[in-house]
C-alpha cells in the first residue's frame, strides 16, 4: 500500500512538472514593456504591443508572425517595404513579444479579434497589404477569406496550413487528444528550445531577432499560448479559403524557403492545387526564418509582382 502511495504521488508530481515550471516564468512586467519600440494599445481581449515602420501616408502593410516568432522576426523586413513607400505595421500576437497573455482557446476566431481590433484602434480603414509568416500564414489566410473587401493582396511567407505530419505517432495520438495534450505539455518546451537552438545559430539571424525569440522562452504564457494555437488554429482547415482567392480574384503570393525543414516542399503543388491564380516563388537556400535572413529577396518578389499587375 505504501508503494502504491508513493508512486501514486510521484506521478502526480511529474503530471504537475510542467505547471510547476511555468508558475516559475516570469509575466510581462511594465518595466519591460517601458524599454519595448512601438506602443501598446488596451484591446477588447487585453494590451497589444505594436509599432508602425515606414512612412505615414503610404499604403499599409500588415503583418502576422508565427506563434513562436514576434514581431521583431518581421522587422528586416519591414524596413525593406518601408523603402518601397509602404507604412508598415507589425505586432504581438497574444502570449508572445510584450503582448499580454490571454488563457483560453486560440483558434482563428481568436486572432481575428486581435487583429480587427488594432485596426479599428489605429484607424486603419482604406484596404492593405496582408502578410502571414509560418502560422501567421493562418491567421492571415483565414482573415483574408472573412474580410475580401479589405485586403488588397494576400502574401503568404513559408505558411504551414497546408500540410499535416503523417506519422504512425501523429496518427495515434490524433483519436487520443487528451494523451496528445499531456505529450505536449512535456515535450513541446524542449522541441522549440531545440528548434531554436537550431535556426538561431545559422549565422543568419540578425541579433535582435535572436534575443527576441529566446526572451518570450523566458516568459509566463509563450508555451500554454503556443499548444492552445496548436489545439486550436493549426487544426483548422483552410483549403476552402484557398479556392475562394481562386473565385473571387484575391491575388496572392507564397513565398518559400528552398531549404525549409518545416515545410515540406509538396505544399507548392498542394497550394497551386487549390489556388491556380497564386503566384509562388522558392528562396534558394532559405530555412524557415526565410523572413528575417532574407528580407531583400523578399522585398523585391513583391515588388516584382506589383510591377507585373498583380498588386
Known sequence: MTWLLIVAFLLVGLLSLPSVKESLRRPVTESMRRFAPGQFAELSQGVTHYRWIGPERGPVAVCVHGITTPSEG???????????????????????????????????????????????????????????????????????????????????????????????????????????????????????????????TDGLTPDAVTRAQRAQTRRRGFFPSNLAAMRGLLREDLDAAHRSFNQQGLPVLALWGGEDRIIPAHVIGRMAELNRSAKQDVIAGAGHGVVYTHPKEIAQLIYENQRHGIY
Open 74 to 200: 518581421f522587422a528586416p523586413l519591414a524596413q525593406e517595404l518601408a523603402g518601397m513607400g509602404y507604412r508598415v505595421l507589425v505586432y504581438d500576437l497574444f502570449g508572445r513579444g510584450y503582448s499580454d497573455y490571454v488563457p483560453g482557446p486560440q483558434g482563428s476566431a481568436f486572432f481575428h479579434q486581435q487583429l480587427q481590433d488594432l485596426l479599428a484602434h489605429e484607424g486603419v480603414v482604406e484596404d492593405f497589404l496582408l502578410i502571414g509568416y509560418s502560422a501567421g500564414g493562418c491567421i492571415a489566410t483565414s482573415f483574408a477569406a472573412q474580410n475580401l473587401a479589405r485586403v488588397r493582396q494576400l502574401i503568404l511567407i513559408a505558411t504551414v496550413g497546408l500540410h499535416a505530419p503523417r506519422t504512425p505517432v501523429a496518427a495515434f495520438m490524433e483519436k487520443r487528444p487528451g494523451l496528445r495534450d499531456l505529450y505536449l505539455q512535456w515535450t513541446y518546451p524542449m522541441v522549440a528550445r531545440r528548434y531554436l537552438n537550431t535556426e538561431l
